[in-house]
């Protein structure tokens, strides 16, 4: 009996250390300065690539599940070569190459991970030898994003030289390092690699973050000279910035590059924990994806942001890798709900996750629980460097999704001039991001890409047209440069000629600095909100051709199923020169119909039933000239050149989601100080009756009344202090929200008696709401 | 018919014109430049003091109204010559000249009134020739606050010359302009008048903003200067740096001096709009003496701040003429609560309104509803420069009172170095500013107002003890000048060797600002809040003795009869010698009872009941050392010296408010960075049983549980960002604040499941509220 006893307890102990040592293992990373910049060491054993050795035992229990057989699976599928036809149906050439390799790059990874799991000495063998002749052989070229190709070959080579590291020569090893320097060397970084992109661009993606590091990991013994470069980069440029944009919680290169450039944020975070580092970034790294979920659509797809080609509608917008990674790095039950949304989850098929279903089998955490956003709040801000905000009236069929952006420090590249833009969706895209970055004449710096797809004019913004003004761009990148780019009235390039912002401290510099978020908030209950409210200063975001710009957004979730929501815009336009003429633009894919001061946009294809209808409140009926421009041959017109970009088989558009027309509000009379002030009611295209809109005109404010709601605007966008009165009209509970307040105390009064004795206005939004009866309200701080 | 029909018409015309031409009087007040200010410049008509032509018929019918006549009837009865014995009860010489004076002043105002109302030319000779003899043999001498008597003179002969206008010789205006120069010369300012205390002192009272711009205006026609000096002076500096104060909606001169200097300020706004220019302040204006509703006591004294003699108790606190001032302007139903207040209103008393009886009879406003604070909010915020909040339990006879001060930017004069200072009140004075105004050596500049009274060794603050420190002193002003003050170890005395702040750029400079609110918020009812927080910066406040010190204040209103209330204080202070001693203080009227790491200070005699309990968790049990100072010759104990200062007969302060004990708490250990957390809980001093009070230790917070309510704060005071836990004990439901918290988008979840899936932290307060019970709370951004 006590031997038994004592046999349990050296078992207990035996656990209590093993365990123990998984942790210490965890811990072992060292932390040394290199030219200043504080950097973990990789520690002095094998396997530190992606797992340590206290990892092992976990994933060999871990590769018995069904989850983990279909994934390995799929890999083995990879693992065969491929047929003629599947060649052909790549069209990328460098891509049509690796997928070629990847038959031998996927064997290669069995091959290890049966050797790191099972101690299989010969498959070890097989995977050193047959990797290295594919390295020796590997050639993508070196222009830009080939890089991506033969990044993932460092990935592979590096995990077989991690993991069957000491089934490896001598010889073979200095093979290994001296093909890596040789492919890192083709790769538009170039080795050592130049740490001149460290925000945006194509090292911010795989080529640093994962494939780099990765190689650097595995050789460092030996040659550690790669580790060192890629990893004084991470600590000294892309971490910090990175922490700096993840605060705001959101991303700044759009919804088609956030799988290949947050990805691989979220690999340099695993990979770095994995050897044992702990975490790297910010956790409000956590948080950046959330986004997506707010901008999802009920077709699956998601309001679209920066660079992205319209969808295909009938697949769902996956983001499986980077849904995959961060939930199962934070835990994020919500981020396990985007990840399952991938309907080739079965299959594990999807380009980009192809190359990573290795890492699926080794990081993901299988028993999370995916959860639903249905108790998030409706709504969603993001601050600081974005000022965006996306509200919603709900998760289901029917919502309305209306994204608000105002845009702070502006980095570029995939990044539109969209500063005061706005979307709107309800039973289908209504007010668009215009234009495609695939088809007949997209992509980078392409005609359509540099004069319409990625400036203010294609976005539900704001111009201010100089006719003098140049837009020099030579320094923009990409292949089809020219020296100047169109004339769109829209928003300055910032940088010298266009130059997307690589330094962290110029990014908080004047010059790439688009605006500034004056307030924001959303109520009362904040999570089904009433309203949303977004205002923000985007003067800077233009040249000196402009005075001031303001423009406040006040979504209204009128909580009515005939007319569920409205957005109000105001907006302040001064410019230096009172004939510059200034347009309001709203995009739409069908063409609107223009009615006195409103206009109608309307969807009635593709099963598409919304529309939305506007009202211009300001300019006033005898100043504001509304026009539609569009159609056939106009679709992206710029001041007299279109742009033209149309879909391709190999990128359908099918409900022509790149937009083919456009609303344009004008004052009629110069004036160096203009306002607008628009109310936009979504409904069902069949809706006959909408609400009506009325202007409110005070001494100190200018408003809207529509439905139960009172929406007042300090009338020339100044925060309004002292005294002031509005007066409501109407029958019934009216809600209020009044914008535009100085914080503090305030006391309001109604018809002479006190409202409200006191109450605090906060200085996020600056805003009171509140309910009341028909009278004259007065203000008082 | 139809000529009595075109009779009415007229009739209506002539009232409508009538009515329309009291609008235009008003409105033909010119503006001038000046020397680069823009001033109002008086009308080319008289009456245009204290009201214009337009008001007279209605004044006609006011004066007939039973509350005229009892003003009146005071003003008649001032008229009267004095009774030896009642100018020998005049301890103030000046006054009891200018009281002499009374007699012939109170009796010329009402001459001139009957010539304004009636046309009486007989009283207005009257009133002529007396005011004349008078002024020329007014001489009160060139003292300090002589002036005020000087002044009053000035007024009274002002208003003669004004409304008797027509009825003077071209000599006698001569000769008035003669004496009124005269007069305005020997007052402190001289004439012309020094522009060199706009902020505070002597001629930010009577002097400038009521007495000489009342000559000024009566004499514009005959001799502008005197006017154009005190309007420059009133627009260029006085105005804006009032605007200023008042978005804070407070005042900086203490609750003693709030009569004769924010009252001044309400003079030159009542006496130019009544010109005919329209408010020349800020409206924010009238929330100034809301800070006296809110520090009102249940025994009708107020919580004092700044230079004050202790009440007599017996009488309340009465701000009648500045309430009078305020509640009519801006017909202020709270504030003419506070007018109604005055116990000495039926026989029309007061030393202060005797010489203003005649603004009651002008501009007060009879049908004005006075209106109790009851539907107030609770706790109110006074925002920058001040950064001051009281927080109450309630309006009636139990309720608890809490002070929690900043202090931003500092004025001086009779303002305290009282930056992180707290008064607690409930059933009798618990916790507060110790020393006195009046007394056997009080009064400024003497060795107790300077060397304890002012200081923050007199207050509940925080003292940080350089041995080596100087408090040079010599320009403070007054006439007890010494080079030096004593070293209480407390906040430096800004500008030149203690100098009061003369101008508002120089207030807004690093040398005038004593600290920054970093967050304030109350809630999660703002009416009746459970918790009202705030938080500050006050390292300024100090020498470079201090790195850094931060004091967060987190009232709690338990809703608990037994024990109504809580006031948690955490800080943070850092010296820059380890050496430097750190005190943290609590006055108290009897003498505290320490018992462990908590002491109590209980209140016995003069009908109060109420005790504090206060549980020290920071510093630590075996590193607190808790040492009460003070009774009999240590009253106001400056480190070796006692700054004595008795009552006198004159000023009684029969609860002895004046203090004569504290408690101090300091690290026995010498360490440069220490943390105070302190839980202060009230009481009946019949209370046997109060809260247990536990210190929460987290990894990244510190906190306290005390009743139903869970506090925490960032365990080194700055941001919480990322992700931390804390752990929860206790039954039921349980009321969570959580502070120190980065604004934006945060993630609760308890024992691993989502709790609040999203919810945003705002800037102004960084905190969350919200109810749950037992747990572990992660939070995430």
Redesign the interface.
């Known amino acids: 009996m006590k031997n038994r006893l004592t046999i349990l307890t050296l078992f207990l102990i035996f656990i209590a250390s093993f365990r123990l040592s998984a942790q210490e293992l965890r811990k072992e990373v060292t932390w040394q300065e290199i030219d200043g910049v504080t950097v973990p060491i990789p520690p002095q054993v094998h396997p530190r690539l992606y797992l340590r050795s206290a990892d092992v035992p976990a994933l060999k229990e871990r590769l018995k599940t069904p989850q983990a057989q279909k994934t390995l699976a799929a890999i083995k599928a990879l693992g065969r070569d491929r047929t003629p036809e599947e060649e052909a149906a790549e069209p990328d050439h460098a891509y049509r190459y690796y997928h070629r390799m990847r038959g031998v790059t996927s064997r290669a990874e069995l091959q290890a991970l049966d050797y790191l799991v099972n101690g299989n000495k010969r498959q070890a063998r097989r995977a050193i030898t047959s990797m290295l002749d594919t390295l020796k052989t590997t050639n993508f070229g070196t222009k830009g994003d080939l890089s991506r190709a033969s990044g993932a070959m460092l990935m592979v080579g590096a995990m077989v030289y991690d993991w069957c590291y000491d089934q490896m020569k001598e010889s073979e090893k200095q093979a290994y390092i001296k093909e890596f320097i040789r492919i890192a060397g083709t790769m538009e970084c170039g080795y050592p690699p130049r740490d001149n992109q460290p925000i945006a661009g194509h090292p911010s993606e795989w080529m640093i973050m994962r494939d780099m590091l990765s190689a650097g990991i595995a050789i460092y013994d030996e040659y550690p000279d790669m580790y060192n470069h890629v990893v004084k980069m991470m600590f000294k440029d892309y971490i910090p910035v990175r922490n700096y944009f993840y ?3 959101n991303y700044h290169q759009g919804t088609s590059y956030v799988t290949v450039r947050f990805s691989n944020d979220l690999f340099g975070q695993w990979i770095l924990d994995r050897m044992g580092t702990g975490p790297i970034y ?3 790294q ?2 950046v994806l ?1 986004d997506l979920i707010y901008r999802r659509r009920p077709d699956g797809q998601v309001l679209p942001a920066g660079d992205v080609t319209p969808p295909k509608r009938d697949a769902r917008a996956a983001y499986t890798l980077p849904a995959m990674l961060a939930s199962s790095y ?1 835990k994020d ?2 981020l396990a709900y985007e990840f399952e949304r991938n309907p080739d989850l079965q299959q594990q098929g999807g380009e980009v996750l192809d190359h990573c279903l290795i890492f699926d089998l080794l990081w993901r955490d299988y028993d999370l629980k995916a ?1 639903a ?1 249905d ?3 409706l709504t ?2 993001s ?1 600081t460097p974005f000022g965006w905000m996306i509200a919603r009236t709900g998760w289901g069929a029917n919502s309305v999704i209306v994204e608000m952006k105002i845009n702070e420090q502006f980095v570029g590249n995939h990044q539109h001039m969209d500063g005061g833009s706005f979307q709107i969706y309800y039973k289908g895209p209504l007010a668009i991001d215009a234009g495609a970055y695939g088809g007949s004449s997209g992509g980078y710096n392409s005609p359509h890409n540099k004069n319409f797809f990625k400036r203010t004019i294609a976005h539900n913004s704001l111009l201010v047209y100089d006719p003098d003004e140049k837009f020099a761009c030579w320094n923009y990148g990409g292949g089809d440069k020219t020296e100047y780019a169109d004339n769109d009235g829209g928003q300055r390039m910032p940088g010298d000629r266009w130059q997307t912002c690589n330094v962290f401290s110029e990014l908080l510099s004047p010059e790439y600095t688009m605006g500034k978020t004056l307030a924001h908030g959303f109520g009362p209950d ?1 999570n089904v909100p009433e309203y949303s409210y977004l205002k923000g200063d985007i003067t800077q975001a233009y040249t000196q051709k402009v005075k001031e710009v303001k423009r406040s957004f006040v979504f209204l979730n009128l909580k009515n199923e005939q007319v569920p929501a409205a957005l109000i815009v105001f907006d302040k336009v001064v410019s230096s020169n009172p004939d510059f003429k200034k347009y309001w633009l709203l995009h739409s894919i069908e063409e609107p119909a223009v009615n006195g001061n409103t206009f109608t946009v309307t969807r009635t294809k593709n099963g598409d039933t919304g529309m939305l209808q506007n009202s211009v409140l300001l300019p006033e009926a005898d100043d504001a000239h509304i026009e539609t421009v569009g159609g056939p041959g106009k679709e992206f017109w710029v001041f007299g050149t279109n742009y033209a970009n149309d879909a391709l088989p190999s990128r359908p558009d099918p409900a022509n989601e790149r937009g083919a027309w456009r609303v344009e509000v004008s004052p009629a009379k110069p004036a160096a100080e203009n306002y607008f002030l628009n109310v936009i009611q979504v409904a069902d295209n069949t809706c006959k009756q909408l609400n009506d809109v009325k202007r409110l005109d005070g001494e100190r404010t200018v408003g809207v009344q529509i439905a139960d709601r009172i929406v007042t605007f300090s009338k020339n966008s100044k925060p309004l ?3 002031f009165s509005i007066k409501a009209e109407g029958n019934g509970t009216m809600k209020f929200v009044i914008t535009d307040l ?4 305030w ?1 309001i009064k109604k018809d002479g008696k ?1 409202f409200i ?4 206005v ?3 939004d600056g805003l009171l709401s509140f309910e009341g009866t028909a009278g004259v309200y007065e203000f ?2």
């Open positions: 605060a705001g919680h910010d956790s409000a956590q948080f959330y934070f039950e919500y959860k956003p108790d998030l709040p969603r801000f601050g904040i202090a002292g005294r100085k914080p503090g105390n006391q006190i004795p006191g109450t605090e906060k200085s996020d008082r701080r």
